[in-house]
């Protein structure tokens, strides 16, 4: 049954559409990017001394790592209990993501082992670090790693900046507030007012993203010359191609064998949500025709309300690969590439950092920030090298994200008895179109819970 809020909320006319502004933001960033390229090549000695500019943004990042990661793990954990209540379906859809996101950053680890898209940038020498304090990077053994896994305080491992402490802390509220069932309901409920507010700040600090592309392009290039550019494209064609072939060769095949689905097919059936994403870079813009759409397939609501909405949050294969090829990239470029053991701790962490934000302009840079910060805090600075060409590959994680959660929505369905094959089959062969005004009722289904909450939760928890 539907709370009296839920009724209001749901019946309530939609506001006026803000305009989106991420259009001009993304296209400064773009001429910035142009604009510090022209500088490092004219006047190479002068771009070299714009390296601050890209640190200070950079520094910016880092400043929002902490917080970003508390608020997204603690609400993270509070999206699996929800998803894990209604039984089954969640536990599958769960399971589901866990195993895929893994997969996706193993295969972004391993390509970027075969590539090495950064090396002969050689950086270290033209551009020192003007990082101070993260040169530390000795270990005392591991009895003084684990010690240094718990802070001070309980807050201290949001200000000293170590991101290990703050995923430590976040897991262990996130794990209390699980236990406290329903009685941490407000508690989840101003975090999740806290994280509204980091997230805003991260898309104002986002404005200032071309001045530090402008920055890190100018002083890359200029110490460099053409062969930073020849590094930046082949670290952007080989993220797309590897985006491509993990949709279409490991996605598309378990989708094959497991379901008897076939990927192109399902992904033509989605082709003008492919457009809306791809002229948006986000893949936020379609999670309401997403919905009604795979209802219209034939999985079953209950399937729908809890794997979509949760896939958003936890189903990130193109933001996976990127975090992982993206570390191997900036490490190559920096000669300090990372050991077997690093990478596979990097690869741990990732999968539970890159939970929860998606959708947000500027999270994936912090994530990845996040992740050079735990594990080689000398390698914090060349994010700034990514910050140019990250707005040209969000198009590729949005749409691969978009193509996972499409595929597992299928996929959880087949498993739980929930799918109409029947149903199916016509949709994708063309003789039972998508019928547009269905739309509307995905809408009121989002604009009746929160982005955390599976729309439809009190039938689902009666269905699962």
């Known amino acids: 049954m539907s709370t009296p809020a839920q009724h209001t909320v749901a019946s309530s006319p939609p506001g006026p559409a ?103 940038l050689h950086l270290t020498a033209q551009l020192a670090a003007t990082g101070h304090q993260q040169v530390d990077s000795g270990s ?21 900046g170590s991101v290990l402490q703050t995923l430590v802390v976040a897991l262990l509220v996130g794990f209390a507030l699980q236990k406290l069932g329903s009685a941490g309901e407000p508690i989840l409920a101003g975090i999740k007012h806290c994280e509204r507010l980091v997230f805003r700040l991260m898309q104002m600090i986002m404005y200032v993203a071309p001045v530090g592309a402008f920055g890190a392009m100018a002083a890359v290039v200029g110490a460099t010359g053409w062969k930073a550019l020849q590094g930046l494209a082949v670290v952007m064609i080989a993220f797309y191609i590897t985006c491509f072939l993990f949709v279409f060769g490991v996605l598309g095949s378990i989708l094959w064998v497991v379901a008897r689905v076939n990927v192109f097919s399902l992904l033509r059936y989605l082709g003008r949500e492919f457009l809306l994403i791809l002229s948006t870079s986000s893949s936020e813009s379609a999670l309401p025709r997403l919905i ?27 933001t996976a690969i990127y975090l992982t090829m993206g570390s191997l990239f900036i490490a190559d470029a920096l ?22 934000a998606a959708g947000v302009t500027g999270a994936g840079l912090a994530t990845l920030a996040g992740g050079l910060q735990s594990h080689r805090p000398d390698l914090v600075q060349g994010v700034g090298l990514i910050v140019g060409i990250d707005r040209m590959m969000s198009e590729a994680r949005a749409l691969t994200n978009f193509a996972g959660n499409s595929i597992a929505t299928v996929l959880v369905g087949h498993w739980t008895h929930s799918l109409d094959r029947v149903q199916m089959e016509a949709v994708l062969s063309g003789t039972a179109p998508f019928d547009e005004s269905m739309l509307d009722q995905a809408a009121e289904s989002t604009r009746a819970a929160p982005a955390d909450t599976p729309p439809q939760r009190d039938e689902l928890v009666t269905a699962g």
């Open 140 to 160: 005392g053994g591991t009895v003084d790693f684990v010690l240094g896994l718990v802070p001070d305080t309980l807050v201290s491992a949001l200000t000293s």
């Open 335 to 356: 000669d300090k590439p990372f050991s077997l053991g690093q990478q596979i701790s990097l690869l741990v962490f990732m999968v539970i950092a890159s939970k929860g």
């Open 18 to 120: 803000r305009k989106d502004r991420t259009h001009y933001l993304y296209a400064a960033v773009v001429i910035a990017m142009i604009a510090g390229i022209a500088v490092g090549i004219i006047w190479p000695d002068f771009g070299v001394e714009l390296k601050w500019l890209g640190t200070g943004f950079v520094n910016l990042i880092k400043m929002m790592i902490s917080p970003i990661i508390f608020c997204t793990i603690v609400l993270g954990i509070g999206s699996v209990r929800k998803a894990a209540a209604v039984g089954r379906i969640g536990g599958l859809a769960l399971g589901y993501f866990l195993a895929m996101s893994t997969v996706a950053l193993a295969i972004g680890l391993l390509v970027g082992n075969i590539v090495h898209p950064g090396s002969g």
């Open 292 to 318: 009604a759409k795979m209802e219209h397939l034939g999985v079953a609501r209950p399937v729908v309300g809890i794997t979509v909405p949760t896939g958003y949050s936890f189903n990130l294969d193109g």
